[in-house]
């Protein structure tokens, strides 16, 4: 429960819309309740029983809240016996015992209202059109009240007056509190999950959905971004060392990738693929990045110089050969009820940076050598 009302708080959980208004429903009820027994208590007989069915009228709304889906009817009866008890009690009690209050925590409840309801949220006119109905009540009520007696003037002594006055002040308070609070609880919970949105347009902006790696737009991002690096650290005579001057690409390719489409098809296609790019990711530095650079082929940024880059690929190619990755079930068995396996491999050109190198003349270089590696047998690193 208290973890409940935390995640509510923080935004990160909706609060139920029924609750809600069903919640707002019984604080307005419970305080006609205590409207109820004051005025029996003071021989208030008619103010009384008029509470008492503004009491079953809230009673009837609780219960009608948890049967529909559509608010608006059910807010604009509020809104009407709102602005009729404060009118009518005013009149019975005069203006300086503030029931007239109640309609000012009507305009902010009302923008709130129409804020929150999907329905109603382009319709910015209808809390405006509450706060003019209200402010229109509001003075009418007030000229009235100027040149009026209220019905009960002799009968209300100072204590009581005073006494209803400040309850009234405490609850209007109360009420504008509450608009303010689940106001700000909407506004975290719509900041939470567009927050939330734009990270996951975000990954699928710059992720490839199957592998989980970085796609073809990222990865260029990336690539331009260490370009510049080198440019800089080019023109700065005091580079610490070669690592800080170079860099290599890896282009892989899975090994005939179309015999295991065709043979198991592409469902299984795409768990070879989820599998190599694990490897990848598995035997790079945090500091290095691996991309799915197009179909099978991807694209590994090694942040170092040739012959580390050369024994990184060769061991992602040791790592792939001798990974087994499921491709059949008991029914599709070698004939002892164990599952189909299968390996592939990866056969990978490496090109390193040199200054006045592009992205692309590598990337040609480091494809043509891969093709190179596969003309020679395939399952192999080739780096020059």
């Known amino acids: 429960m208290l973890n409940t009302i935390r995640q509510i708080l923080i935004g990160a959980e909706e609060i139920n819309e029924k609750l809600k208004y069903q919640a707002i429903a019984f604080m307005i009820g419970t305080v006609h309740v205590i409207f109820m027994v004051t005025f029996f208590l003071n021989h ?13 009228f809230y009673i009837l709304m609780i219960f009608l809240i948890a049967k529909i889906n559509r608010f608006s009817g059910v807010f604009l009866a509020v809104f009407i016996e709102i602005l009729m008890h404060s009118a009518i009690a005013t009149a019975y009690f005069g203006w300086s015992c503030g029931f007239m209050g109640y309609t000012i925590a009507l305009i902010p409840m009302g923008f709130y209202i129409t804020y ?5 949220r382009s319709k910015l006119y209808i809390p405006i059109i509450v706060s003019l109905v209200v402010f229109a009540t509001y003075f009418a009520v007030y000229i009235a009240m100027v040149s009026t007696d209220s019905m009960y ?27 303010s609070v689940m106001f700000s609880i909407e506004i975290r919970y719509m900041q939470y999950h567009l927050e939330a949105e734009n990270v996951s347009l975000s990954r699928m902006a710059n992720f490839d959905a199957l ?6 737009r990222s990865m260029n991002i990336q690539l331009k971004q260490v370009l510049d ?20 690409l890896l282009m892989t390719d899975i090994d005939d990738f179309k015999k295991v489409n065709d043979t198991w098809g592409h469902p299984k296609g795409d768990e070879v693929l989820v599998e190599v790019a694990r490897v990848l990711q598995s035997n790079v530095r945090e500091a290095d990045k691996v991309c799915r650079w197009g179909g099978e082929e991807m694209l590994v940024l090694v942040r170092s110089n040739m012959e580390v880059a050369k024994s990184v690929a060769q061991r992602i190619c040791t790592d792939m050969a001798g990974t087994q990755i499921e491709v059949g079930d008991c029914e599709t068995s070698d004939g002892n009820g164990a599952p189909q396996t299968i390996s592939v491999t990866l056969t990978i050109g490496v090109s390193e940076y040199h200054p006045g190198d592009s992205i692309r003349s590598m990337i040609e270089t480091a494809d043509q050598r891969m093709y190179k590696g596969k003309r020679s047998g395939k399952n192999c690193v080739v780096a020059s």
């Open 211 to 216: 592998t989980k790696l970085m796609n073809r």
């Open 44 to 56: 208030f007989t008619v103010l009384a029983y008029y509470n008492v069915a503004i009491v079953l």
């Open 229 to 248: 690096e080198m440019e800089i650290a080019s023109q700065n005579q005091d580079a610490v060392s070669e690592e800080d001057n170079t860099f290599c």
């Open 116 to 120: 929150t309801i999907k329905y109603l």
């Open 153 to 179: 003037k002799q009968s209300i002594n100072e204590f009581f007056a005073h006494n209803i006055y400040l309850f009234n002040q405490v609850m209007m308070l109360l009420f504008l509190l509450t608009a």
